[in-house]
């Protein structure tokens, strides 16, 4: 190679494909180290990342301690003895169960494995943060449509923006970040009205939260609706974020097509037999579901006398109006107090706070700083 050819090479620098400039910036708001930074204290509280207040149940703790010794060999990439439980617990075959590293995990694998760049994905907005992701990287076209009245999802609105180039309708229930929930036999009467070729992602993290319905109630839609998809996690109420590990409810077809788009061996030894264990204690998930609920009643009726508007919340969060207040204001003069909670504007709202249920002695923090602060 002549010297001025190499010169010119070496002077050429990195470009990334162009998908890249499509991708949002996450806006992690206040982080906790920000809290403890602003409120000079270490025992700052995260009620940021509706994440659950609970550590593991015990014995998901020793489960997880007994299989750290075994960490040298590959996960089983099929998670069989996971999916049989959840199959179980679902009243379903492990053959229509997909796990993943977390169920964003799957969310993405969905837009790439069912998304030509002409295809067009449909979701409510504001709603979960990942949803622009998944239009981003496949190059599909989006579609977001308000919530209505009551920060509720518009079904009927949703419905009329359905096209051939559909791919993908996404409907969150319980609603992040508004936390409000439409019934299933609304859900249901949806999955219905939708074409055949359009599959509904129903982003269910927060459904054991819900008092409204069974939490199984839309797994009987199923059988008659392989285009539907049912989302779930163990990030939330099971208390494992930071294991990931989620999974779908979905087709034959779907679980194929997903797996086919990821690496073998996505959930990892830890996590697989963290979750298989989780599900043994149903008990505990009751037990979890109720404490919240009690929580939720406490913080609602705190902000009721402080004469702030909520939204209905199904969820181990609230969405809090703030009137004309000012959002970043508040949420630093929250973390001065040493309380993270997230700001509307990050999440496609300004206005509002997202606020998760944390314990008692976090909610009561929560309170007091509001309290003070306005
Ligand atoms: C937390 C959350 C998830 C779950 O994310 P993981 O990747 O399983 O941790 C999915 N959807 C929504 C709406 C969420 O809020």
Known sequence: MPASARHNVATMTVTFAEKLARIPHYEPGISLDDAKARAQTSDAVKLASNESPLP???????????????????????????????????????????????????????????????????????????????????????????????????????????????????????????????????????????PEHVTVILDEAYIEYQAVDHPDATIDLLPDHPNLVLLRTFSKVYGLAGLRVGYALCSAQFRAAVDAVRQPFSVNLLAQTAAAEALLHQDDVANRVEKNIVERMFVEEGLGELGLEIADSQANFVWVGLGDRDESELVEALARAGVAVRPGAALGAEGNLRVTYGNRDENQRFLTAMADAI
């Open 56 to 194: 593991p149940h015990p014995q998901v703790i020793e489960a997880i301690a007994a299989a750290a010794g075994d960490i040298n060999r590959y996960p089983d990439p099929e998670a069989r003895v996971l999916r049989s439980r959840i199959a179980e617990r679902c009243e379903t075959e492990p053959g229509r169960i997909a796990v993943s590293n977390g169920s964003c995990e799957i969310l993405l694998a969905a837009a790439e494995a069912l998304c030509e760049p002409d295809a067009e994905i449909v979701y409510a907005w504001p709603s979960f943060s990942m949803y622009p992701h998944m239009a981003a990287l496949s190059g599909a076209r989006e579609i977001r449509v308000p919530l209505a009245d009551g920060w509720v999802h518009d079904l009927d609105a949703m419905h009329e923006e359905v096209t051939a180039a559909t791919q993908i309708v996404v409907v969150c229930n319980p609603n992040n970040p508004t936390g409000t929930y439409l019934p299933a036999e609304r859900i249901a009467a949806f999955v219905e009205s939708v």
